[in-house]
């Protein structure tokens, strides 16, 4: 599992632009499919055929980032967002634009209080001697994603990218090993879901399933003096109850828990009072589809050093696997 999660926390994917990473994963899953296409937005869509109830698996492919929106005369560039970025985790960090320039994240020597730092006071160096220079090699328009290679730590692993590149490996290494099964899964590895969960609410439409599960991290309560939450790295893949944009049908977090229960793995339940995932927008489509999920714990989450268990992560799979059989 590590390895793979490593080879798809390197892959170029920030939101928008997450050919590179598609390519990747469509080069892993394609022998084990019946069929395999990318929409229209860039969902990369790998089919198992059946006959017997129609699935939805999800889990995105995109990354947070950065793009390029201004250079100066001396070569700096000015940036804005991709997703959610904290100035705060980009200070001092490191990114890589899509041919491989890479450049720093600083802020203005003007700026006397941190407390006042802003995505819109910071800016890249990419060692450029001027304007002409910084323009051979990055221009306006251009996206960057933040660099940290994958490490492993005893059984945690340290890397950017692991929401939700570990998702995506869940969905990989069932995909592998999924028994024959009557259902029809659809496994989704859906684009834009840090801009608003876009590449879910279209697949979903298209594909029009009968239940759907994603599969994605979420925050912990496991960090000193952090806003308590039960969820905890090493205590099993979580069950999510709600976030901000879904209460998870009940019929599929009782399906989850009785696959939990059936191949003896740890679970625990999640209740994510900030931010979203990508059944949030399949839940309603069309006449609406029953979703719900399966939570990889990830602590410092859209930061360079996200951390994950791969036991975590291991029996996500298996309880993955369990509920579409």
């Given at each position: 599992m590590f390895d793979l999660i490593k080879s798809l926390t390197e892959k170029f994917g920030v939101s928008g632009n997450e050919e590179e990473i598609r390519e990747f994963i469509k080069s892993?899953?394609?022998?084990?499919?019946?069929?395999?296409?990318?929409?229209?937005?860039?969902n990369l869509i790998a089919t198992k055929k059946g006959r017997g109830k129609k699935i939805m698996v999800a889990a995105h492919m995109d990354e947070i980032g950065v793009m390029a929106t201004h250079i100066d005369d001396k070569g700096f560039i000015r940036f804005s967002n991709i997703g959610w970025v904290s100035a705060n985790y980009a200070l001092g960090q490191r990114v890589r634009f899509g041919n491989g320039t890479v450049g720093t994240v600083f802020y203005e020597e003007k700026l006397e209080d941190l407390k006042g730092l802003k995505l819109s006071n910071m800016y890249i160096d990419i060692g450029a001697k001027d304007k002409a220079d910084a323009q051979s090699k990055?221009?306006?328009g251009d996206t960057a994603v933040f660099c940290g290679e994958a490490q492993l730590s005893g059984d945690m692993v340290i890397s950017k990218a692991l929401d939700d590149r570990s998702g995506c490996a869940v969905l990989i290494k069932t995909i592998e090993s999924l028994p024959k099964t009557e259902n029809e899964i659809y496994f989704v590895f859906t684009v834009q879901e840090e801009l608003g969960l876009r590449g879910a609410r279209t697949a979903a439409y298209k594909l029009l399933p009968e239940l759907a599960i994603a599969v994605d991290v979420t925050l912990t309560g496991d960090t000193p003096n952090c806003k308590p939450m039960e969820v905890k790295c090493g205590s099993g893949p979580a069950i999510k109850i709600k976030d901000r944009s879904v209460i998870c049908h009940s019929s599929v977090?009782?399906?989850l828990e009785e696959s939990a229960q059936k191949i003896n793995i740890p679970y625990q339940f999640e209740i994510l009072e900030s931010g979203g995932s990508d059944p949030g927008a399949i839940h309603v489509t069309a006449g609406g589809i029953p979703s719900g999920a399966i939570s990889i714990p990830c602590r410092y989450t859209h930061s360079p050093s996200e951390m994950v268990s791969l036991t975590d992560m291991e029996n996500a799979a298996k309880l993955l696997t369990q509920s579409l059989v």
């Open positions: 892993k899953v394609e022998k084990y499919v019946d069929n395999i296409e990318v929409d229209t937005l860039g990055v221009s306006i977090k009782r399906l």
